[in-house]
Nanobody
Framework: VQLQAYGGGLVQAGGSLRLSCAVS????????MGWFRQAPGKEREFVAA????????SDVDSVKGRFTISRDNAKNTVYLQMNSLKPEDTAVYYC??????????????????????WGQGALVTVSS
């Protein structure tokens, strides 16, 4: 299983970006997916996660109402739509796959140890 995150870049505060994570390996539709981020000098933290079928999601309080995780199983891709970006959102964003959920409605958790595969990261820089 390989994950490739892309779509990062430089954006002004208040702007938007959409990250994508293309996943190889089957079956993508049986992977729970998550996004994490690591800001400079800080530990990596959970951002959002989504169930197999995309109908259940969770996210961290700091991004609620601004970020949306979604997926397209036909394209083997998970997305993170980021709106109203703030300078404190500056980080390297990582996508990750949890292949052990076992059921379509469960959402992966917020702990890194729950995830089995990781992408290489996409840098998002938000200027003030």
């Amino acid at each position: 299983v390989q994950l490739q995150a892309y779509g990062g870049g430089l954006v002004q505060a208040g702007g938007s970006l959409r990250l994508s994570c293309a996943v190889s390996g089957r079956p993508f539709s049986r992977y729970g997916m998550g996004w994490f981020r690591q800001a400079p000098g800080k530990e990596r933290e959970f951002v959002a996660a989504i169930s197999w079928n995309g109908r259940s999601t969770s996210d961290v309080d700091s991004v609620k109402g601004r970020f949306t995780i979604s997926r397209d199983n036909a394209k083997n891709t998970v997305y993170l739509q980021m709106n109203s970006l703030k300078p404190e959102d500056t980080a390297v964003y990582y996508c990750a796959a949890d292949i052990s959920l076992g059921t379509y409605y469960r959402v992966p958790g917020s702990r890194e140890a729950e995830y089995d595969y990781w992408g290489q990261g996409a840098l998002v820089t938000v200027s003030s």
